[in-house]
């Protein structure tokens, strides 16, 4: 069964208080709802709004500000990680979303590579006590994020597979792979054990699925074929007001799910 979660922080740009974006993704469908930091944010609102609206919060960042580059950050990692785990307790958050940072160039790519590693590893059992899921999110690098470390799926994969704990997998975003390594249903049927979470948008544009060139209803059959049952996170930038430019990939799981 496909379940799509509305990122709030680019859906809904229309509704200007950000706690009143989760009862409006309710009304437009939505299965659930997430963001990106959660630092600054109203987690007591956040949560209420989710417990009236029925949309759990399926992922939020983990926020770690010197990144996971060095293997002398890995204590630094999992406190950032237990900090992350006490908000997503409050908002009742199964998902937290890991990225890796920038500066790294080709010559220190092992170094940075080992420091991934061992910060996952570090944390990984703090996940695992909690209940919560750490994905590590590939972004490419030739559109939106020039420098970023991580940006293939098959070291992210790489990756999780030496971490070895059932509280890592791989944030597998399907527009970021798109533009950076395509073959996306090959990629993501002969890895779907180690993926926790999807991120969903079209390309070129990072807009609504629909607006470019990612067959979406394919992608969607065959990750649902292949048994995934977490979330697929919408997060694309709209080009019409929100609920309209749902319509297509609402449509697109209703159809797999038998609705």
Known sequence: MIK???????LFPEIENFVDRIPAAAK???????????????LEAIATASQKAGLPIAAICLEAPEGMLDMHLAD??????????????????????ATTGWGK??????????????????????AEAAGV??????????????????????????????????????????????ITEGNLIANITSHIDDIGHFHAADNPGRNEP?????????????????????FVGLEFKPTKPTPESLKLILGIRDAINGR
């Not at 437009?28 to 109203?42: I, P, Q």
């Not at 790519?109 to 990984?124: D, M, N, P, S």
């Not at 098959?154 to 059932?166: D, K």
């Open 4 to 10: 799509l979660s509305a990122c709030i922080e680019m």
């Open 28 to 42: 437009a469908g939505l299965d659930a709802v997430e963001f990106w930091s959660y630092s600054g944010k109203d």
């Open 76 to 97: 630094r990692f999992a406190e950032d990680t237990a900090r992350a785990i006490e908000a997503a307790r409050i908002i009742n958050c199964k998902t937290l979303i």
């Open 105 to 126: 160039d080709a010559s220190d790519r092992a170094w940075g590579h080992a420091g991934i590693v061992a910060c996952l590893k570090a944390a990984a059992p703090l």
């Open 133 to 178: 899921t750490l994905v590590l999110e590939p972004l490419n690098i030739l559109v939106d994020h020039a420098g970023y470390f991580l940006s293939t799926s098959a070291e992210g994969f790489e990756i999780v597979e030496q971490v070895n704990s059932p509280a890592v997998k791989l944030l597998y975003d399907i527009y970021h792979q798109q």
């Open 210 to 230: 629909g607006t470019g060139e990612i067959n979406y209803a394919n992608v969607l059959a065959a990750l649902n074929e292949a048994g995934f049952e977490k």
